[in-house]
């Protein structure tokens, strides 16, 4: 930079003199020295844009870094809970003083369904980091007809549907992987009725929870982040999985939330 200024200068000086007439300056050499600053000030540019790219590659590579370390954070809590049930309950069973058949069946049973757990976990974990564009089976379908369907599943008589009929095309499982996640969350926030409204393409699950603190709310929307790790009423892998299958259906979640009122989860297809 400094030397390109340098340059500047004397071609001001050069050009001042040249005019001034009080010296005839030889045409070449005040082309090359031209020349040279052009050069110069293309090396500049050059330099500043490698330095902008490698900034955001190095920006990038973070970005990538920290939500794997979340990736990786959220994985382990959802793998820590039912390890620890299969753990203690494997060392009460060791005891060769236990005589307490009804207990060993329990403590069996519990195993079983950590296992189950922790399989379903697994093929989760394999169905995520598998899912991209060519996986996907596009087709038209009703919306309003998919939640339909979707409400009528145990586990989801809290949740009232309002909306009407709208078509979208898209992968119409992994759509309603997404919804079942967002209807899950919702009802695991939320003791009252969760409300989920289809219309005009667009999906809106609202709770009446506790809501999501600011702070949280910027961090949820940006990567993968657990609202309380003390808890099994996480986000973890389920918002995880909705970020991804809306992310190659080229759409994104919204989220609005208002602490001790309830939070609001939208996105829209086409």
């Known amino acids: 930079r400094k030397l ?6 004397i071609l001001e000086f050069l050009n001042f003199i040249n005019d001034s007439k009080s010296v005839i300056l030889e045409d070449s050499i005040f082309k090359e020295l031209n020349l040279l600053n052009k ?22 590579i973070a970005l990538k870094n920290t939500q794997l370390a979340s990736v990786i954070s959220a994985i382990s809590h959802e793998l820590k809970n039912p390890l620890s049930v299969i753990d203690l309950s494997l060392e009460i069973l060791k005891d060769e003083n236990l005589k307490d058949e009804k207990l060993k069946k329990e403590l069996l049973e519990k195993i079983s369904r950590q296992s189950l757990k922790l399989n379903a976990l ?10 991209n564009h060519e996986a996907l089976q596009m087709q038209e379908f009703d919306l309003f007809a998919l939640c339909e369907k979707i409400v009528k599943n145990p586990g989801f008589e ?14 119409e499982f992994l759509i309603e992987q997404v919804i079942i996640n967002l209807l899950s969350n919702a009802l695991k926030y939320s003791q009252k009725e969760v409300i989920l409204i289809a219309q005009d393409q667009k999906i809106s699950v609202l709770d009446f929870g506790k809501g999501i603190e600011e702070d949280q709310l910027k961090l949820i929307t940006k990567k993968f982040y657990k609202i309380d790790t003390k808890s099994d009423n996480s986000f973890g892998l389920g918002l995880f999985l909705v970020k991804k299958i809306l992310s190659i259906h080229k759409s994104y979640l919204e989220i609005s939330s208002t602490v001790s009122q309830g939070s609001k989860f939208s996105f829209k297809l086409h």
Do not use: C, P
């Open 39 to 60: 050069k110069l000030l293309k090396t500049k540019e050059k330099i500043l844009k490698n330095i902008q790219k490698n900034k955001k590659q190095s920006d990038k």
């Open 122 to 131: 697994t093929h989760k974990l394999n169905f995520v980091f598998n899912l």
């Open 4 to 9: 390109a200024k340098s340059f500047k200068k």
């Open 158 to 171: 809290r949740v009232i549907l309002r909306g009407k009929s709208t078509k979208v095309k898209a992968d």
